[in-house]
């Protein structure tokens, strides 16, 4: 490998342990909507007692979320994203969360 190829890909702490994470919390979200939305409910429709009686699907959840913080294929997937999102940036200068956003077409 070439030193500039190597560079490329070489992570700082924050990327490696603040930011991937982060992408990776926010697609197990994705991936486990159907218990966060059971919790969610079950907490709206309990209220005070959702302490006691949402047990069972706050277990689910932290089961749910829990194996997709573990998945090394899904933080490889985003490490790999995130690589991607970053070289976008530094070729164009421009976040990606600003590439994303859809311009008028008519002004």
Do not use: W
């Not at 302490?51 to 959840?61: F, G, Q, T």
């Amino acid at each position: 490998m070439e030193p500039a190829s190597q560079e490329v890909n070489l992570l700082r702490h924050v990327e490696k342990d603040v930011l991937i994470p982060k992408m990776v919390r926010e697609k197990a979200k994705e991936l486990c909507s159907n218990t966060v939305e059971a919790f969610t409910k079950c907490c709206q429709e309990e209220g005070l007692l959702m302490v006691v009686k949402c047990r069972k699907e706050n277990a689910a959840l932290k089961e749910c979320l829990t194996y997709y913080y573990k998945d090394s294929a899904l933080y490889e997937e985003c490490k790999q994203e995130y690589l991607k999102e970053r070289e976008e940036f530094r070729q164009t200068g421009i976040p990606s969360k600003k590439r994303q956003q859809k311009v008028p077409s008519s002004m």
